[in-house]
C-alpha cells in the first residue's frame, strides 16, 4: 500500500462538530475533506441553544456576530397549570455581561441556521461540504487511513492521514471500530417538530401541564423563522403522528384550546432520549467528536454546544501534530474532553429528571463557562504557585488598551490559531513562530488601564502566562531561569520550536517530506 494522501484529514459529518473541525483546519492551512452521506443540509431546529462559552468560540471563528443577528435570546416562559392560570418566568439566568465574561446569557438559533453559518464561513475559507458523498469503510496502518467512499457518480478510494468521525449517535465510524457505547435509555420518548402554526404569539415560550408526562408540551418560537418548534414527551411504544394534522390535534388535546391551527410541519422527529458516552475517543488516526462520542437529553441545551468544544479542542492538535508536533499531544484530546462529557451526561439527566416533575430551570452550571482540564498533561503551573488564574481553566477577557492609545480586549489578542504569551514586566522571551508576545507593565505594549487583566489573571512581577489556541490557560509560569527552560520545553512539546528549528520544517519542506513518503 503506498502513502499517496488526498487530504491530510477526512473528516466523516458535516453537522455542527464536523463544520467546526473543518473551520478549525482550514483557518489554520490543513488540507482535508468533509463529507456528508446526507444529500442536503439537516433541515431541523434541534440544538438550538448556544450556551455562553460557544459564543466565545464563536467570536474566535469569526461567526458570532452572525449567529447573534439571525437569531436572538430565549423568550420568557409562560407556564400554564391545568386550571388555566399560569406563571411566567425566564428560563434561565439573564446575568449582566462582566469584563471576564463579556456572553452570559444562551441563545437561541435553529440548528439549521447555524450550521448554514458554518457553511458559509467554510466558504469564505474556500472550502465546502461533499454532500451525498458517504464511508462505507476504512483500514488504518502507522503512517494513514485509506478510506471507502461512495456517492451517486460511484465508489472512490482515499488515503489520508487523520480520520475523524463526526458522524452522530448512529456513528458508522464508531460502529466500524467496534467502540463500545455504554449509558442508558433513560425511559422517555418525545417528539420536537418544526412548524408553522397561528393562534400563538411569538414573544413567548408556550409551556403547558409541566410535570405531568402524558399531557405536557412546549412551543417555543425560533429566532431568525417564522416557525415555532414543538415539544412533547409521547408513549414509549406505538406510532406518532407527526404530520401538520396530528401535531394540530396534539396541541389542542394537550392545551385544550382549539384557536391554535398548525398549517405545515417542515421536519419532525420522534426519539427516546440516552445517555451514553463512548469507552474511547481514538483508535489510532481515527477519532470521534460529537454525538458519535457521546449522547445525552436535550435537557440544559448542552449537546452541540459540546460538540462544538470537542472539534476546537481536536482541531489545533491534529494541526500542531501535522506541522511536527509530538504525537503525544493527541492523547490529551480523550484526556480533556471525555470528563467533560461525563459531566455534561450527568447534569442534561439530572435537568432530564427535574423536568419530568416539572421543575424547570436553568442556571450557570450550563453555560460551560466553568469548564477546564486542570489535570490536563499541557496543564503546567509554577512549583508552590497559589495565587491567580490557575493552569487548564478558561482565560478570561478583559478591555485594555495598546501602547498607542486605542481600545482593545484581551480576546482580540488571543483571536486566532496562534498560542499567546502574556509576560507582566519586560522580561524578554525568544520569539517562536506561532507564538505571539505581549507585555503588560511600564513600556509594555498592553495597557491593564482598568485592572481587569490584573484582577482575572493575578500575576505578580516577571509572572506570564501562556494561553493556548482554544482559550485555555496552558502555563503560568514565573520567567526565572527555571522557569524561562520551563517554558521552552513546554512550547517545543505543544510544536512551537525556535525559528532555526521551524525553518527547516517550513512548507516547501513539508512538501519535500510528504512526497519522499510517498
Excluded at 438550538?48 to 467570536?59: A, L, S
Excluded at 382549539?258 to 398549517?263: K, N, R
Amino acid at each position: 500500500m503506498t502513502n499517496n494522501f488526498a487530504a491530510d484529514v477526512l473528516i466523516c459529518g458535516a453537522g455542527a462538530a464536523g463544520l467546526t473541525l473543518a473551520i478549525e483546519l482550514a483557518r489554520r492551512g490543513v488540507s482535508f475533506r468533509l463529507i456528508e452521506r446526507k444529500a442536503a443540509p439537516f433541515p431541523g431546529s434541534r440544538g438550538k441553544g448556544i450556551q455562553p462559552r460557544t459564543q466565545e468560540v464563536f467570536e474566535d471563528l469569526g461567526i458570532l456576530d452572525k449567529v447573534v443577528a439571525t437569531g436572538g435570546v430565549y423568550p420568557p416562559m409562560r407556564d400554564y397549570r391545568s386550571d388555566g392560570s399560569f406563571i411566567e418566568k425566564d428560563l434561565g439566568d439573564r446575568s449582566q455581561p462582566t469584563s471576564a465574561e463579556p456572553y452570559r446569557i444562551p441563545l437561541m438559533i435553529p440548528q439549521f441556521l447555524t450550521e448554514k453559518i458554518m457553511r458559509e464561513r467554510l466558504a469564505e475559507l474556500e472550502c465546502e461540504v461533499e454532500f451525498g458523498c458517504g464511508l462505507v469503510g476504512f483500514e488504518q496502518d502507522d503512517d494513514g487511513v485509506t478510506a471507502h467512499l461512495t456517492r451517486s457518480s460511484g465508489e472512490e478510494r482515499v488515503r489520508v492521514r487523520y480520520l475523524v468521525g463526526a458522524d452522530g449517535g448512529r456513528s458508522f465510524v464508531r460502529h466500524a471500530l467496534g467502540i463500545a457505547f455504554p449509558g442508558k435509555t433513560l425511559g422517555v420518548r418525545a417528539i420536537v417538530a418544526d412548524a408553522a402554526l397561528t393562534g400563538l404569539d411569538r414573544d413567548i415560550w408556550w409551556q403547558f401541564n409541566s410535570g405531568d408526562m402524558q399531557r405536557m408540551i412546549a412551543i417555543c418560537p425560533l429566532g431568525g423563522t417564522e416557525l415555532f418548534q414543538i415539544q412533547a414527551p409521547v408513549p414509549p411504544e406505538g406510532d406518532v403522528d407527526l404530520s401538520a394534522e396530528g401535531m394540530e390535534r396534539m396541541i389542542a388535546e394537550r392545551t385544550d384550546r382549539s384557536d391554535i391551527a398548525v398549517h405545515s410541519v417542515n421536519w419532525a422527529s420522534a426519539y427516546a432520549m440516552n445517555a451514553r458516552i463512548a469507552d474511547s475517543y481514538r483508535v489510532g488516526r481515527i477519532f470521534l467528536a460529537g454525538d458519535a462520542a457521546h449522547t445525552h437529553p436535550p435537557t440544559g441545551g448542552q449537546g452541540l454546544n459540546t460538540s462544538v468544544q470537542d472539534s476546537y479542542n481536536l482541531g489545533w492538535k491534529l494541526a500542531a501534530v501535522l506541522r511536527g508536533a509530538p504525537h503525544e499531544l493527541l492523547d490529551s484530546y480523550e484526556i480533556e474532553r471525555r470528563p467533560v462529557a461525563e459531566e455534561v451526561l450527568g447534569l442534561s439527566s439530572r435537568l432530564l429528571d427535574a423536568g419530568t416533575r416539572g421543575e424547570i430551570s436553568r442556571g450557570r452550571e450550563v453555560h460551560q463557562l466553568d469548564i477546564g482540564y486542570p489535570q490536563s498533561p499541557l496543564a503546567l503551573e509554577a512549583a508552590g504557585r497559589t495565587h491567580g488564574l490557575r493552569a487548564g481553566q478558561r482565560a478570561p477577557d478583559a478591555p485594555t488598551k495598546g501602547a498607542a492609545g486605542q481600545p482593545s480586549r484581551l480576546f482580540l489578542l488571543f483571536a486566532g490559531p496562534h498560542w499567546t504569551l502574556l509576560v507582566n514586566g519586560q522580561r524578554t522571551i525568544a520569539s517562536r513562530p506561532g507564538l505571539r508576545i505581549h507585555h503588560l507593565g511600564e513600556r509594555g505594549d498592553i495597557l491593564d488601564v482598568f485592572g481587569c487583566v490584573h484582577d482575572a489573571y493575578g500575576l505578580a512581577p516577571d509572572e506570564c502566562v501562556l494561553i493556548r489556541p482554544d482559550g485555555y490557560v496552558g502555563a503560568t509560569l514565573l520567567l526565572s531561569a527555571q522557569g524561562i527552560a520551563q517554558l521552552e520545553t513546554y512550547l517545543d512539546g505543544v510544536g512551537l520550536p525556535p525559528l532555526n528549528e521551524t525553518s527547516k520544517r517550513d512548507a516547501p519542506a513539508l512538501d519535500a517530506e510528504r512526497a519522499q513518503n510517498d
